[in-house]
């Protein structure tokens, strides 16, 4: 199925949020050789977490077909169309899902390449989303140090490690920073679920919107990654939009949303708890700060920054520190701010190109977890996509074989917000009641 000098690459990208989509597009384009032409046909899997029109657009990656389907309608779908390579943007169980459905369509018949991998930093469930993407024919490290983990994970429990590509983030880029603008701006990079609690979130905000009253000279901006109402990659139960309401708030304050390679054009200072954004800016050599006001801990995220010399807290940042990162952290990192960024997925191009030309074509995915391997596991995963242990459709699974009628749109919108409701309100009142 190689493509031919006249006929463009054929890339199809499945995701399931809008930073997903982000990273599977610009993942696919990265991937084709700078000769080829491409098609991308995009894919949005429905559920809670399907990115909105202005998501999208925030976004900004274009596509050349992008529509919304249910899982067992995309796999419908690859049943019938042709590509060359498809581009998993999915969590881990989507992922399995999707392989152990694609190894059911496609059979021991002509298929794609088939590519996954992660969205930003790997800094929880490690074992487990590693096993669950282990079937692709390539798996994508951004880094260094974690190609060297995900080799460890796959070698120790005895499955095929071959998979596993250094890469780098698809989405580093933008102009280098070459010194301080006019104001002198201080961006926070917020997150949808870290931290989680309404005294730590509060806790943030408060000191960001104290900074901006010790610096008066200074624009400070909380960049959001989304608008209430809307999901992201993770739910976000306590949006700093409502936290803000009813402050008596600075006038160098204010909420930003956009893109955040826009944004970062404008900053001085970058400050997180733990966002891939603290990559993005590294990459642009501007100044970034990971918080340790919460602790230096897993499951904020932040652990993952020790010995980049970036960590620091609000005490400091109000004094005027600057943080200096560690340049051979940065480099493990593949954040190549040294401009090495450019020949960051030769290796991924060069294996998909063989991956393209083998003699007979491409053998049968083969993941790790089987109905054998894992009997009490893998099972559920498959029914959570309505699909039955062998990876067929299980019947009576949802599918759209044509455009919803007015009065099913208006049922599935009410439907969609009842259910973002619960997720949103009802839920997070239910488990902070049975914490009492």
């Known amino acids: 199925m190689p493509a031919s000098a006249t006929k463009p690459l054929r890339v199809a990208v499945l995701a399931d949020s809008d930073t997903r989509w982000k990273w599977g597009a610009l993942t696919a384009q990265r991937l084709a050789p700078a000769d080829a032409g491409i098609r991308l046909d995009g894919y949005l899997l429905r559920g809670r977490a399907t990115p909105t029109a202005r998501q999208l657009r925030e976004v900004g990656v274009r596509a050349d077909s992008l529509r919304e389907v249910t899982g067992v309608e995309f796999l419908r779908t690859m ?3 042709s590509y060359d390579i498809l581009v998993l943007a999915l969590v881990g169980g989507g992922v399995q899902a999707m392989l152990h459905g694609l190894r059911h369509a496609w059979g021991s018949g002509e298929r794609p390449v088939v590519v996954t991998g992660y969205v930003g930093v790997v800094y929880e469930k490690l074992a487990d989303g590693l096993l669950l993407r282990h079937g692709a024919d390539l798996v994508l490290a951004n880094s260094r140090h974690d190609a060297d983990r995900f080799r460890a994970v796959y070698e120790g429990v005895g499955a095929d490690a071959s998979a596993v590509t250094e890469v780098a983030l698809p989405f580093l ?6 010194g301080e603008h006019e104001p002198y701006t ?7 679920s870290v931290p989680d609690s309404r005294k730590d979130r509060t806790y943030l905000l408060n000191r960001l919107i104290e900074h901006a009253r010790k610096h008066p000279e200074r624009e400070v901006l909380l960049k959001l990654r989304s608008k209430p109402g809307e999901h992201t990659t993770h739910i976000e139960e306590l949006p700093y939009q409502k936290l803000v309401q009813g402050k008596d708030l600075p006038a160098n304050f204010r909420l930003v949303y956009g893109h955040m390679g826009e944004v970062l ?14 990559l993005e800016a590294l990459h642009r050599r501007v100044p970034t700060v990971v918080l340790t006001d919460l602790g230096v801990r897993e499951v904020l995220g932040n652990h993952h920054f020790t010995g980049s010399g970036c960590l620091a807290s609000w005490d400091q940042l109000d004094a005027g520190h600057r943080p200096v990162p560690d340049e051979e952290w940065v480099s493990r990192q593949g954040v190549a701010a040294d401009g090495s960024y450019g020949t960051a997925f030769d290796t991924a191009r060069e294996r998909i190109a063989k991956l393209l030309q083998r003699p007979g074509g491409l053998p049968p995915l083969n993941p790790y977890y089987t109905p054998e391997t894992a009997p009490g596991y893998l099972p559920g995963i498959l029914a959570r996509h309505h699909l039955g242990p062998d990876g067929a459709p299980l019947p009576g699974a949802p599918a759209a074989d044509k455009e919803p009628g007015p009065v099913r749109q208006i049922v599935r919108r009410a439907a969609r917000g009842a259910y973002r409701h619960g997720v949103q309100r009802v839920a997070p009142v239910i488990r902070r009641m049975g914490e009492l």
């Open 265 to 278: 054009d404008r900053t001085d200072l970058l400050v997180t708890v733990s966002s891939t954004a603290a």
């Open 79 to 81: 049943g019938e169309e």
């Open 173 to 178: 880029g933008g102009t280098p920073y070459t």
């Open 186 to 192: 201080v961006v926070f990079a917020a997150q949808p």
